[in-house]
């Protein structure tokens, strides 16, 4: 089946330093989603991406869909404690009610 | 209204008992979505309902019994589970219309089941 390659798994920075994940594909898919998760609560959508090359930005976060269509970054800025959580990529063909997930990317935040 | 509402928010049962999860969204969305999500995992997606049918079962034992009673309504009924089904289980919705490319899944704050 599809699988995405999420990196890092884990990310332990200073307040204030930049951070940048990606994930990877074998796959072409047409939509990407990038979501951040806290302890005890559900996903939550940060950008939606649905044009190869596209770049957009939320506030401090950046995303963009490669051209090739098979991957995605995320890039946060000027970090700042709440941003701690979990972050997934996601990835689906256009039309598909199924996601498929990377495995996540774990960020801890020392202030 | 962008939300998706679950109760409850925690469940602790017996492996003998029954019990439902419930989850509402009152954004006009089609799709309706169950995930399972194991700590530090990404979330599993269990069934999907389009228009208030069961479009996609991804091999789900049949003690999880999805039931959709109008398009804004999902529910989850629980019998005989394993202490192994012990998950945060997750509902999520999209607007799922045909023509509309833009379908982001918009997930609930979860059920913590806790299966004794």
């Known amino acids: 089946g599809q699988q995405l390659n999420q990196s890092p798994q884990s990310m332990f920075i200073q307040e204030g330093e930049d951070v940048s994940m990606n994930c990877t594909s074998s796959?072409?898919?047409?939509?990407w989603l990038w979501y951040k998760q806290e302890p005890g609560e559900g996903p939550v959508l940060l950008i939606a991406l649905y044009k190869a090359g596209e770049l957009t930005s939320n506030g401090r976060l950046t995303a963009q869909f490669g051209i090739t269509r098979k991957d995605s970054f995320l890039n946060i800025s000027a970090s700042i404690p709440s941003d701690v959580g979990i972050y997934f990529c996601a990835g689906s063909i256009q039309g598909a009610q199924k996601l498929v997930f990377g495995q996540g990317t774990r960020l801890t935040i020392n202030p | 209204d962008t939300e998706v509402t679950q109760t409850p928010k925690h469940l602790v049962m017996g492996m003998t008992n029954k019990k439902s999860l419930k989850c509402e969204q009152h954004?006009?969305?089609?799709?309706m979505y169950w995930y399972k999500q194991k700590a530090k995992k990404p979330p599993e997606l269990m069934f999907v309902y389009s228009y208030e049918k069961l479009s996609i079962n991804e091999s789900v034992p049949s003690r999880f019994s999805p039931e959709c009673p109008n398009s804004s309504l999902l529910n989850l009924h629980l019998h005989a589970l394993q202490p192994e089904d012990s998950a945060l289980y997750l509902c999520?919705?999209?607007?799922?219309?045909?023509?509309?490319?833009?379908?982001?899944?918009?997930f609930g704050p979860g059920t913590r089941l806790t299966v004794l």
């Open positions: 999520a919705s999209s607007q799922d219309r045909p023509g509309v490319l833009y379908n982001e899944q918009f």
């Open positions: 796959s072409i898919f047409n939509t």
């Open positions: 954004m006009g969305h089609r799709a």
